[in-house]
């Protein structure tokens, strides 16, 4: 079974770092480009960062303050958030997308950890 587990969510004050991590499964983790998405209340879930071969990439409400990162050797991924902002409020969700040798798009999420930054 693919399972991805996110951690390092929490409260902290705006100017603040935290540091999430999601841990993967070995069956999926070396094949699928991985990233993070967020949903704060009231919106539509939507991406903050993806690191595949092809590169990294970020939304640009995160870029120069997020970086997203990958230890294949523990089957991790990482979001290093800098100089949070209370607008980066939301639960954040550890993606996992693998393209079937069909070509049809085969996404895994975690369960979400909750991001709270304050004023």
């Known amino acids: 079974q693919v399972r991805l587990v996110e951690s390092g969510g929490g409260l902290v004050q705006a100017g603040g770092s935290l540091r999430l991590s999601c841990a993967a499964s070995?069956?999926?983790?070396?094949?699928?480009?991985m990233g993070w998405y967020r949903q704060a209340p009231g919106n539509q879930r939507e991406l903050v960062a993806t690191?595949?071969?092809?590169?990294?990439n970020y939304a640009d409400s995160v870029k120069g303050r997020f970086t997203i990162s990958r230890d294949n050797a523990r089957n991790t991924v990482y979001l290093q958030m800098n100089s949070l902002k209370p607008e980066d409020t939301a639960v954040y969700y550890c993606?996992?997308?693998?393209?079937?040798?069909?070509?049809?798009?085969?996404?895994?999420w975690g369960q979400g950890t909750q991001v709270t930054v304050s004023s």
């Open positions: 993606n996992a997308n693998l393209v079937t040798p069909g070509g049809l798009r085969n996404d895994y």
């Open positions: 070995k069956s999926i983790f070396s094949m699928a480009a």
């Open positions: 690191i595949g071969s092809g590169g990294r």
